[in-house]
């Protein structure tokens, strides 16, 4: 009966989403969009024979290489127009972002309001570019490097990668142009999104993969491990949901005057401190520092690479997995001190005559919400380690390297985190307009709370 009853509501909830005729048609235009993204991850550059892309599809289909297909959704494995996705401007963001947290003048910037913030997102699709001026050539060379044989000999070589650099670069550009439409006239966060999707679109082909796998396994119980992999799976998920959401609450106390001096505590309230307050920022950074051996080893054309680089170019060896994680470790506290400023909220809080019981306003509050952050980042930063190097571990018992991927790492915060902030977008919607939310009971908290 519960089921049902449960079954019903969520028809119910579908049906009220669709009665929203501005949330319709958010949704149907994120669709198209998607659409648009998907269609193009399969446009293959002008030039190239699509056929005699195996070498490039294996050099993809494990370690490194796999993860920047993943994120473009197969059209880097596909010498698609697309295949340098949105990560050229991710990197663009993050790099921004960093500069506005250390350099006064971007600092002055980021203060000004509206007009600075549109002066940030300038420069960052100014530094966009020049980072796609720089991959488009170094993805050509790659492809050249592996898949030759794909290459049209008629078409003069220089022309080819002129041509072929503007492309990539356009369609990169293009794919930020999506994204920053499904922000404005759609649902959720569009860069996210279009990150998620690329995501996503390898998972039904690895969980075929993964399943036939275990059902022609000759060791038995095939099917039985499938499943214990599934439920492991789904426990991940909800250790990821407890991650992006969970905050350690402290009581805050507003002291209010009246007309004739007298002053009286008002209504307490609670300052939310995110146990994972950098997301999944230190895993990106952490990994950007792991593809430095991947270059490096290029340096080797003999073959004969050290030992400990052929380690740091295997993702599940153990020395790979033990810097990776003491690497997000850092990360975590170092992008958790340049985000959370203890000083500025001691002094927002002191200025607004609030005052966290039995400790003194200014410089103690500082200093307690700095103890409270170092204390509750810890656990936050050794989840996030775990979780990161959970698709090596998937790996040594036996899950394919696609469906490991899914496991952990950026790749499931990312779905789990994109999920979330769409759907409190779409239950504030169905919230403002009287419906119910959701959820029977709570509120869906995004990342950002």
């Known amino acids: 009966m519960a089921n049902k009853l449960s079954n019903l509501k969520f028809v119910q909830t579908l049906k009220n989403i669709w009665k929203i005729e501005d ?4 949704i149907l235009l994120t669709i198209g969009f998607v659409a648009i993204y998907r269609l193009g991850s399969f446009v293959v550059l002008p030039g ?5 892309l195996t070498k490039l599809q294996e050099q993809t289909s494990g370690g490194l290489m796999s993860l920047l297909d993943m994120f473009s959704g197969g059209a880097f494995s596909n010498a698609s127009i697309f295949a340098l996705g949105i990560m050229p401007y991710i990197t663009a963001s993050i790099v921004l972002q960093l500069l506005t947290m250390l350099v006064p003048s971007f600092q002055k910037m980021q203060r000004e309001g509206e007009s600075g913030r549109r002066k940030i997102n300038q420069y960052t699709r100014y530094l966009t570019v020049a980072i796609l001026l720089v991959q488009a050539p170094s993805y050509l060379a790659n492809l050249h490097y592996t898949a030759a044989g794909a290459f049209n000999s008629a078409i ?15 369609g990169s550009m293009f794919v930020l142009w999506l994204g920053e439409r499904i922000t404005d006239k759609g649902i959720g966060n569009g860069v996210s999104l279009i990150i998620m999707i690329g995501i996503i679109a390898r998972l039904p082909q690895a969980f075929m993969q993964e399943l036939v796998s275990r059902l022609t396994a000759a060791t038995g119980g095939g099917i039985i491990m499938f499943l214990l992999e599934l439920v492991f799976l789904l426990i991940v998920i909800c250790g990821a949901v407890a991650l992006l959401q969970g905050t350690r609450r402290v009581p805050v106390q507003y002291a ?5 001096g007298a002053t009286f505590s008002g209504a307490r309230q609670y300052l939310p401190l995110k146990v994972n307050a950098a997301n999944v920022m230190p895993i990106i950074f952490a990994q950007a520092i792991m593809f430095i051996p ?3 080893a290029g340096w080797f054309t003999n073959g004969e690479l050290p030992t400990f680089l052929r380690l740091m170019l295997d993702h599940t060896s153990w020395a790979y997995n033990l810097i990776f994680a003491l690497l997000i470790i850092a990360f975590t506290y170092f992008y958790t001190a340049i985000t959370i400023n203890p000083t500025q909220m001691a002094e927002d809080m002191k200025r607004n005559n609030g005052f966290i019981p039995g400790i003194k306003p200014g ?27 959970l698709p090596a571990f998937a790996g040594m018992f036996g899950v394919q390297q696609e469906f490991s991927q899914f496991f952990g790492g950026t790749s499931l915060l990312i779905l789990v985190g994109v999920v979330l902030d769409t759907m409190q977008q779409i239950e504030s919607y169905l919230l403002m307009r009287h419906y119910d939310g959701l959820l029977s009971s709570g509120r869906i908290k995004g990342r950002m709370g």
Request: hydrophobic share 55%; no cysteine.
């Open 48 to 52: 190239v024979d699509p056929t005699m």
């Open 363 to 389: 410089k103690p509050t500082a200093e307690y919400i700095d103890t409270v952050m170092s204390r509750i980042t810890l656990p936050g930063s050794l989840f996030l380690a775990v979780i990161a190097i």
């Open 256 to 260: 209010k005057q009246t007309a004739n």
């Open 156 to 170: 003069n070589p220089v022309l080819f990668y002129t041509v072929s650099t503007l492309i990539l670069a356009a």
């Open 294 to 296: 991947l270059a490096l």
């Open 23 to 26: 949330l319709r048609a958010r």
